[in-house]
């Protein structure tokens, strides 16, 4: 703004030299605007003494100016209206000048502060402050109140509610002081008292730290002895009694996670290695109680498996939710700004469940876990179905489905259930468990072959041992997996018997058992047994044990009843081919071959209580081809009986149409041949 003025008073000089007279004395103004302009401090920040100056300089100027004047009008006649002129303009230019004085005045009074600064004395009373407001934000920083005494960090009782509480308003302090040294300002991290403050808090740090693992150290170790002394039925309960003990800890172990990694390392080992030892002496102790426990029935709900994998499933999780919490698991703790605001990820870590941290520690825990309960499993597979009870007990826990779910928690008694490590572990078990019944399924499908043999031995085949050992291994399969998730590799096991046995019973003879008698009855059995399981993996296996079946009744009842009218069927063959020969039904009888004298010759041959006699003697021989197990007696005598009904059906009318008229008739009518059938049955 001096500037513009400075310019703006050069002006009024040029309009002042323009008004005098031509060749009129111009050294006095000229040297008064010069002077002014040269007296002017570019640096000068004071406006009202300049404005006082302007205010001189302009009153010199102002006499200046009525003296050129006076000059000019007695020295020429037209010079007065150009003056007049001359200082309108210049009146004109003062008013501008004293509004920008003015604004220039009103901003000198908005910042009086501005002004004074630049004095001594505001200077050093500005510098007074900032060192004061340093020097405060370096002790906040380093003198924290619970680092005011140092040297006796490390003599503080861990042992006492009290005690641990200073120990960790301490610790926190230390941490809070030595993360935020990278944050601070270089130039305040340079200052020799702050590096020699910092150095104390490091070893103080150190001295903590080493106080902090040696106490633990020693109450792991003796949590660990007093839970390897009880004795091995009770440990489970001083196994995770211990856990109460060590979780007022957890504060200290998640301050040494941060700040001492070393300390956290050795302390994680100590408890890996104290306590593997007692939870491996635990499961070996559950699984041996298993083995000499007496054989459950099989409709029994409960078994000493089920009852080994629920300890197993309560210390596994118990010791997973203890390790997450107390080691502070899967939590970055260096990436948090401070203890108190990482609750959110700690929740989030617990919802995540067992992460890599905790995956790898309680396999460190429970090393010999997975041989112990497989062990167990290969056991119980030499009781009666005990392959399939231990696949059904493993599988319902793994799937999620079993005793906890009922009663309203997830599998092995927690939260978390797909996170829980002790579920991952039973999977493998549950694979062991599954192979297992697959053997028992494999033995099953390559004894077939030599069940068949078996029966060969006997006097009549009856049905083939591997079907009543089907019926008993479904039956008692889906009482055991009645309820679970296992129906995929029930369905599996019943097809792969279903297909074996059809394969079997086509394969299977018998030297004094007619083919399609071994073959009806056992596909008749093993269509009964198949449709009772009513699984859709097994429906092509029913119709296909259905149409077998149908087969092997119509050729036992083709070969084994024939045609008890024999001669009158081949006489009649032969008038059927003679009309097929172009000869008309009403005229065959005019050939002497099928004559009505050599029709009423062959009835006569078949007399009705001939006929009865045949039927009583092929009622004999089905009776000794059946067997009494396989129950299809009046079956096969009742498609017998539909057999000679319609041989019967179709000669009487043959009759009928070749000879009609001459009154000749087969010796039983259709009621005689039912009241036969029936009498014989009844007999019998």
């Not at 077939?448 to 479904?474: D, H, T, V, Y």
């Not at 008698?517 to 009513?534: D, G, K, P, S, T």
């Not at 009158?568 to 063959?573: G, I, P, S, Y």
């Not at 010796?667 to 041949?673: A, E, H, N, S």
Request: include cysteine; glycine fraction near 8%.
């Amino acid at each position: 703004m001096v500037e513009a003025a400075k310019r703006e008073e050069a002006g009024w000089a040029r309009a002042l030299a323009e008004a005098a007279p031509a060749g009129a004395e111009a050294t006095v103004p000229d040297a008064a605007l010069g002077a002014l302009l040269d007296d002017a401090d570019a640096t000068d920040g004071d406006a009202e003494l300049w404005v006082r100056r302007l205010g001189e300089r302009v009153g010199r100027l102002d006499a200046l100016n009525v003296g050129g004047m006076l000059a000019a009008a007695t020295e020429g006649g037209g010079a007065g209206a150009r003056l007049s002129a001359r200082l309108d303009a210049g009146g004109a230019a003062a008013a501008a000048l004293a509004a920008r004085l003015a604004r220039l005045d009103a901003l000198a009074r908005a910042a009086p502060a501005a002004l004074h600064a630049r004095s001594g004395a505001a200077r050093a009373d500005a510098a007074a402050r900032a060192l004061l407001q340093e020097l405060t934000e370096i002790y906040a920083w380093l003198d924290a109140p619970p680092l005011r005494d140092l040297d006796s960090i490390s003599e503080i009782s861990l042992a006492s509610p009290e005690g641990r509480a200073r120990a960790l308003a301490a610790g926190t302090a230390l941490r809070t002081a030595l993360r935020a040294e990278a944050q601070m300002a270089p130039a305040r991290r340079r200052l020799g008292a702050v590096r020699e403050r910092l150095r104390r808090l490091q070893r103080a740090k150190d001295a903590l730290a080493a106080a902090l693992a040696r106490h633990l150290n020693n109450l792991l170790i003796h949590l660990g002895n007093e839970a390897a002394s009880a004795p091995a039925p009770a440990a489970a309960g001083p196994a995770r009694a211990h856990h109460a003990d060590l979780l007022p800890y957890a504060p200290f172990m998640r301050w040494l996670k941060d700040m001492d990694e070393k300390a956290y390392d050795a302390l994680t080992k100590v408890y890996v290695g104290t306590w593997s030892r007692v939870y491996e002496r635990e499961a070996r102790a559950a699984c041996e109680a298993a083995r000499a426990a007496p054989v459950p029935p099989l409709a029994a709900a409960d078994t000493p498996l089920d009852a080994v994998l629920t300890v197993v499933e309560n210390i596994c999780n118990a010791e997973q939710d203890f390790c997450t919490q107390f080691f502070f698991l899967d939590v970055d703790v260096k990436s948090e700004g401070s203890d108190g605001g990482s609750e959110a990820s700690e929740e989030a870590a617990a919802r995540r469940g067992a992460g890599a941290e905790a995956r790898r520690m309680m396999a460190e825990l429970f090393p010999a876990l997975e041989a112990e309960l497989v062990a167990l499993v290969n056991h119980l597979e030499r009781q009666p179905y005990g392959a399939m009870r231990a696949l059904a007990c493993v599988g319902t826990r793994v799937l999620g489905d079993g005793a906890a779910a009922a009663a309203g928690t997830p599998a092995g008694g927690g939260g978390g259930g797909d996170g829980r490590w002790a579920r991952t572990a039973l999977a493998a078990v549950a694979v062991a468990a599954k192979r297992g019944a697959d053997r028992v399924v494999a033995d099953r499908l390559a004894a077939m072959p030599e069940s068949a043999r078996q029966a060969a031995k006997r006097p009549k085949a009856g049905l083939l041992g591997f079907l009543s050992e089907f019926e008993e291994l479904s039956s008692v399969c889906e009482a055991i997996f009645g309820r679970s998730g296992r129906r995929a590799d029930l369905e599996r096991w019943y097809a792969a018997l279903g297909g074996a046995m059809l394969a079997a019973v086509a394969a299977a003879d018998h030297p004094r058992t007619p083919r399609p008698v071994l073959r009806l009855e056992n596909y008749h059995r093993l269509h009964a047994l198949l449709a009772a399981r009513r699984a859709p993996a097994l429906d092509a296996l029913r119709r296909e044990a259905r149409a077998r079946y149908t087969e092997a009744l119509r050729q036992y009842v083709t070969q084994y009843f024939g045609r008890p009218l024999d001669k009158l069927t081949q006489f009649f063959e032969g008038v059927a081919e003679a009309v097929a020969g172009g000869a008309r039904e009403e005229e065959v009888c005019y050939r002497a071959a099928f004559s009505k004298h050599e029709l009423r010759r062959l009835l006569a041959m078949y007399p009705a209580p001939e006929v009865r006699r045949s039927l009583h003697r092929l009622y004999r021989t089905v009776e000794k081809h059946l067997s009494e197990e396989g129950g299809l007696l009046q079956v096969v005598w009742r498609a017998m009986q539909e057999e000679f009904l319609q041989q019967h059906h179709a000669l009487q009318a043959r009759i009928a149409a070749c000879y009609p008229g001459a009154g000749l008739a087969l010796p039983l009518t259709t009621q005689d041949i039912l009241d036969a059938f029936s009498d014989i049955a009844r007999e019998h």
